[in-house]
């Protein structure tokens, strides 16, 4: 026969039974946060006197160590991390990064070998906050086409027709 004394631990275990489940799904939704493709990590350089983010078809040279980076303004210079971005007047964390297949300048084919030869494309959506507060959302689709950074609406005849095309990491 049981005490009253044990009616309070058996309600706490049978809470504890129904809650942890759902502390362990939302720990693991927090921790899945959207992580940036490796190849766009670092500093990158515009020629225009600061990136923004919310134009179309922009286009960004990589600073490599003794490059002409280091005679451009901070204001030209935006980094890359693993969880967004970070430039001089906004900051931008990345929510959805989507993987997909692009053929170099355009090119439709079929054979793997006509795949873009510095990377898949990504399409990237980024909740950002300017320095004066305001805040903003875009989404671009980012490919690295001959060696530089391109932010631009991919067209769908610029993604490739494989027969088995990757499936998008969705993160």
Sequence with gaps: MRSHSDIPMAK?????????????????HVAQAAQMPEQFKGEWRTYEKTPDFRGDDQGY????????CQESTPEELFHVTPNGIEAANVRCAATRVTKFDTCPWGQLSKRPSQRNPWGPGYNISLQC?????????VVHDWVIEKGALR????????RCLL????????H
């Design 12 to 28: 706490a275990m049978i809470k504890f039974a129904l809650c942890f489940p759902v502390a362990l799904w939302l720990l693991g």
């Design 61 to 68: 040279t990589y600073c490599e160590p003794g490059s002409d």
């Design 129 to 137: 906050k300017e320095k004066n507060g305001r805040t903003f959302s």
């Design 151 to 158: 932010l631009m609406a991919v067209p769908s005849g610029y």
């Design 163 to 170: 027969p088995h095309p990757t499936k998008p990491d969705l």
